[in-house]
């Protein structure tokens, strides 16, 4: 398994951010070389990475492992000036090039642009913005370019992390140009890209009142077609953790009124595992539930 994380310098200076490459399960790291030389812009943030405490960005990793993004972070944003790819493992990065729906390019450092992979299909990758831009690249993010976004989809800054980081957006695993999407107050959402004519779909799937903020995936239930989905939010009036067997048609609350954990800042499945999910808090660490130990 390979996994690429974006990771953070410790409090007092011991270790510095960047992006750290594993490929056994993260029993051992490897550093990988900065995107240096590129331009100014970019050289500043990755001088300001190696400070204590700072964040290092957003990550994403192609379907076939062979193309990895780097979206470059400015505090709690990314902007979209700063967003690179290599594809041998960063020993040579290239800058991505984002253009508007005129064709014409994407500077703007007020910009933003948090990148997601499909989990299926190499070529693509999803570019998420503020104010709910979206921008798909067909060419493993050599290019992305904006295109329209349904009118009843919020309005959101999608371009942030940790506290500025309204949505948890997630794509699929075993399906090409799907996207899941939890904005919040505007409830759950499934985005879905169609390659051929360049387009998306944007569909509720949660109730209008339902209140959705964070999700993810997990295992299916024996015999399902469907993966088994699990979110953090505000379900018929009732604040909880839930599972949906059936991609949101239905409902089941996971935990009791004593098992709500402060801050939640994110939360999943596991993909072997059917009933197995893991949540982020705030506070706590990370922590585990199933059904068959009844706790979480």
Same mark, same amino acid.
């Given at each position: 398994?390979? +996994?690429?994380?974006? #990771? ?6 011991? /270790? ?5 490459? @594993?490929? $056994? ?11 240096? =030389?590129? /331009? ?14 700072? $964040? @290092? ?6 379907? !076939?492992? &062979?193309? %990895? ?20 493992? =960063? ?15 994407? $500077? ?5 642009? &948090? ?8 070529? +693509? ?8 831009? %979206?921008? *798909? ?18 309005? %959101? ?52 009142? !339902? ?9 299916? #239930? ?11 939010? *505000?379900?018929?009036? !009732? ?14 609350? *996971?935990?009791?009124? $004593? ?7 994110? *939360?999943?499945? !596991?993909?072997?595992?059917? =009933?197995?999910?893991?949540?982020? /808090?705030?506070?706590?660490?990370? %922590?585990?539930? &199933? ?6």
């Amino acid at each position: 398994m390979l +996994v690429a994380v974006t #990771a953070r310098g410790n409090w007092k200076g011991k /270790t510095i951010g960047g992006l750290i490459w @594993s490929e $056994n399960q993260c029993k051992t790291w490897l550093r990988l070389p900065d995107p240096v =030389g590129i /331009t100014k812009k970019i050289d500043t943030l990755i001088a300001a990475i190696k400070k204590p405490n700072t $964040n @290092s960005g957003w990550t994403a990793i192609s379907a !076939d492992a &062979k193309t %990895l993004v780097w979206a470059i972070g400015e505090g709690d944003r990314l902007p979209v000036d700063a967003v690179v790819y290599t594809e041998n493992r =960063g020993n040579t990065w290239f800058k991505c090039r984002v253009f508007d729906r005129s064709g014409h390019p994407v $500077n703007d450092p007020d910009k933003t642009m &948090k990148v997601l992979s499909d989990r299926m299909d190499p070529e +693509v990758f999803y570019g998420f913005g503020d104010d709910s831009f %979206l921008y *798909i690249s067909t060419d493993r993010a050599r290019t992305f370019h904006r295109i329209s976004v349904s009118e009843e989809f919020p309005r %959101l800054e999608l371009g942030g992390m940790d506290g500025r980081m309204p949505a948890e957006i997630r794509a699929e695993s075993g399906k090409r140009g799907v996207v899941w999407i939890a904005t919040g107050e505007q409830g759950l959402w499934r985005l879905t890209f169609h390659k051929n004519s360049k387009n998306a779909d944007f569909q509720r799937v949660s109730k209008l009142g !339902d209140k959705i903020y964070r999700q993810g995936m997990g295992k299916e #239930a024996p015999g399902s077609p469907y993966k088994t989905l699990y979110v953090n939010g *505000i379900i018929d009036g !009732d604040y909880g953790f839930y599972r949906s067997l059936d991609e949101g048609r239905t409902w089941q609350r *996971i935990n009791k009124e $004593n098992q709500m954990f402060g801050d939640i800042r994110s *939360i999943v499945g !596991d993909p072997r595992e059917f =009933g197995r999910f893991y949540i982020a /808090t705030g506070s706590r660490g990370v %922590l585990w539930g &199933k059904p068959k130990a009844e706790r979480i």
